[in-house]
């Protein structure tokens, strides 16, 4: 079994900075792409960030420049740098990624979601 657990959200002000983790446990054997996602009240879930080897870095236009996605893969853990912070980035942001997992018989790969963490940006 694997799980991510996301980390850093809260309330912050117009124009601050955020730092969200996302923490990676379980018998992991290795993570390949990650991803960022935020789901505002009312709209769907939508693609902040992703990186991978094959596709390179990505982000949705509303945040290029302001946000950056990074990766410690000896902590098993994903970040996404928030910077000069809009109300209109207030949102429950989640992390993914796509897994290797050992299982008893071999093993496994399987995209993961974290539970969430919200963020809220004042004006």
């Known amino acids: 079994q694997v799980q991510l657990v996301e980390s850093g959200g809260g309330l912050v002000q117009a124009g601050g900075s955020v730092e969200l983790s996302c923490v990676a446990s379980?018998?992991?054997?290795?993570?390949?792409?990650i991803g960022w996602y935020r789901q505002a009240s009312g709209n769907q879930r939508e693609l902040v960030a992703n990186?991978?080897?094959?596709?390179?870095?990505n982000y949705a236009d509303s945040v290029q420049g302001r946000f950056t996605i990074s990766r410690d893969d000896a902590k098993n853990t994903m970040y996404l740098q928030m910077n000069s912070l809009k109300p209109e980035d207030t949102a429950d942001y989640y992390c993914?990624?796509?897994?290797?997992?050992?299982?008893?018989?071999?093993?496994?790969?399987?995209?993961?979601w974290g539970q969430g963490t919200q963020v809220i940006v004042s004006s």
């Open positions: 993914s990624a796509d897994i290797l997992r050992r299982e008893s018989w071999g093993s496994a790969l399987s995209t993961v």
């Open positions: 379980g018998s992991i054997i290795r993570i390949y792409s």
């Open positions: 990186s991978s080897s094959r596709a390179g870095t």
